[in-house]
């Protein structure tokens, strides 16, 4: 299917444990960004990477990994969950950077 | 400093009536662009309006245009007639084209169609 996809659509997951949130768009845009949307705060740049094996750090990086070694795919990594990072996270992807971003359908993910 | 700021959490709006949404941006970069995005209560984000800082011109899509105030550092989103299918939350949004392209939104602004 076309368009950009975020897998799971929820997780729930343990204080201290890795997870990865998947993020896979099929029209080979060179930008693509993670947020966090939390209320009150509206959507919060996490990462973004400007191309394969480019990225760079948002305004609330700790506590995230991310790679790019597919144009394709940008994971997001928790490397040991908090429960602050209980959140929706929406991945984003732009051909340019006049165009607009198009958003997955995000992941709502819980960590107790 | 905020990038991107939206100072009405909640507005309301009468149905078939006009409602401009305010935003304010602060940057420093000659050459940016301002979005606009919807959010209704499913979740999904919808693209609205685009503006960039060269445009001579107000942006307009349809129902939405957006009132761009380059010295003042503002660009509100206005929705003629408003229909109840217009509530939602509202994100305004800057991207810089010199400074790392990053993309920031702000805080989002609810609004209510009232029938």
């Known amino acids: 299917d076309a368009g950009i996809t975020q897998s799971p659509r929820y997780k729930i997951t343990e204080t201290g444990r890795q997870v990865t949130l998947m993020c896979h768009q099929t029209w080979s845009h060179s930008y693509m960004f993670w947020y966090r949307q939390d209320l009150g705060h509206g959507l919060r740049l996490i990462y973004y990477?400007?191309?394969?094996?480019?990225?760079d750090k948002g305004e609330v990086p700790d506590g995230y990994v991310v790679s790019r070694s597919k144009t394709e795919n940008f994971p997001l990594t928790l490397e040991s969950a908090t429960r602050s990072q209980t959140s929706v996270y929406f991945c984003a992807s732009s051909e340019t950077v006049n165009t607009e971003a198009f958003f997955g359908q995000g992941t709502r993910l819980t960590v107790v | 400093a905020q990038k991107i700021t939206q100072t009405q959490p909640g507005m309301f709006v009468q149905e078939k009536e006009a409602v401009t949404l305010d935003c304010t941006y602060d940057?420093?970069?000659?050459?940016?662009?301002l979005f606009w995005y919807k959010q209704p209560s499913s979740g999904e984000m919808i693209f609205l309006i685009y503006?960039?800082?060269?445009?001579?011109q107000n942006a307009t899509e349809g129902r939405y245009s957006l009132n761009f105030q380059k010295a003042r550092k503002s660009a509100n989103l206005v929705i003629s007639a408003s229909q109840l299918g217009d509530s939602a939350m509202y994100f305004c949004?800057?991207?810089?084209?010199?400074?790392?392209?990053?993309?920031?939104f702000g805080t989002g602004t609810s609004l209510t169609v009232i029938p």
């Open positions: 940057t420093s970069d000659p050459s940016y662009g």
């Open positions: 949004a800057m991207r810089e084209h010199n400074t790392g392209n990053q993309f920031y």
């Open positions: 990477s400007a191309a394969a094996d480019i990225t």
């Open positions: 503006q960039g800082s060269y445009d001579q």
